[in-house]
Each structure stands twice: as C-alpha cells, then as structure tokens.
C-alpha cells in the first residue's frame, strides 16, 4: 500500500483542485482563518464579539479593542495565515505520532467557537466539522486511519490556505480588495496591500515546503 502521507497528499490535492470538492471544502478553510483572527484577537486583548460564516466561503469575525496599533496588525494578518500553520503543524504531530493532541485540540477550539457564532450556517459549518472530528476520535479503532486522516487535513489546511492567498491576489488584480485583510493591513500600515498578499503567499508555500520535507523523512515508515 502507497505511504499514508502520500495518500493523505492526494486526497487533499483533490479536496483543493477539483471546483465541486473546493465549493464545499472552501467553507472549512475559511472557519479556520476566521478561528485564527479569533484566536489572535483574544490573545492581544481584544474581545470578540461575532464570527459568522456565509454560504459564498466568506467569513468575518467582529472583535472590540483599539482600532489601530500592533494588537489589530497581528490580529488581521492571523486570518489567511492560520490554516497553513495549523496545517503544518498538525503535519508534525502526525509524524511524530502525536496526532491525537491535535484533533482534540481542535475539538476544544470548535467548542469554544459555539459561543460566538452568530448566524445559523457558520453553526452548521461548525457543528458539520467537529462531529467528523468527534466521530473519528470516538469510532475509528485503527490508528492507521486517524493518522491518514490527519495527514489528509494538514495538507489540506496548507493546500487550501495557500489557494485561498492566491485567490486573494486574484481579487486584488481585478480591483475586488477594498475589505479583504490585506487592504485592512494597508490601511493599519505603511506597506500596500500587494506586500501583505504576498506575505500571506509566503507563509503558505513556506508550510507547504515543511509538509513536503516532513512527508520525505517520514516516507516509507510503517504504519
């Protein structure tokens, strides 16, 4: 049987590239920028007040505190860079056979997340999400699966986060950024929007690069 990390790599590879897979698939990298601005917003000593999600993959997370300074900054550009961290993170974990601290560390911020959504599709997104996490942790005996699975989602999470960077400066060239988060980081900085979509790319290819060299050292272990 191929190397579970590879298998994992393709079903990602399919979950980003194929168009009916990525408009559905789309909706989790977005709950994940969406956590990421919350996470960050919490940590610099904002308060988030609402994260919704919309049927489009749009999302927003509504959060109180200075409107400017170092603690928006960071708070802004936490969004698009959250899946691709999380993403190679989780990769880590699952090389190291340590998987299991991360799916139920995601368990625990999907819980958390219940008590700021506020409308009623980002919920289901979010309930959909957590119960296949759930019923994973629960259901599935075989550590083999679990461990492909894990794989399957970091790749997705760095796949899909730098896709969603790319789409991003799509948007931008066609003069749609007026309230993406680089044009917010425009605004909270002296660097263009440009500069800040860029980053948002090298973060995500850096992840990927990791993932890629991880996935080569852990090659060919059993399983």
Known sequence: MPDPVWIGAAVAVLAVL?????????HVVTLVHE???????????????AIR?????????????????PGMIVT??????APPLIGVSMMLLVL?????????AVLGVL??????????????????CGGGIWLLQTRV????WARLAGYAVAWFLVLGGLRATIELAVSRRRGRDVSSDAAVL?????????VWNALFIVVAAVCGYICWLGALGGAGRPW
């Open 18 to 26: 194929v168009p009916p897979a990525w408009r559905m698939t789309r």
């Open 35 to 49: 956590a990421g601005h919350a996470a960050v917003a919490l940590a610099t000593g904002r308060k988030v007040r």
């Open 53 to 69: 999600l919309h049927r489009d993959t749009s999302g927003i997370t509504e959060s109180i505190g200075r409107p400017h300074g």
């Open 76 to 81: 802004a550009f936490a969004g698009y860079t």
């Open 96 to 104: 190291a056979e340590r998987e299991v601290w991360a799916w139920w």
């Open 111 to 128: 819980a958390a997340m219940v008590l700021v959504i506020r409308n009623w599709f980002g919920l289901l997104v979010l309930l959909v």
């Open 141 to 144: 005996d075989d550590p083999e």
């Open 186 to 194: 425009a605004r909270l900085t002296v660097l263009p929007s440009v």
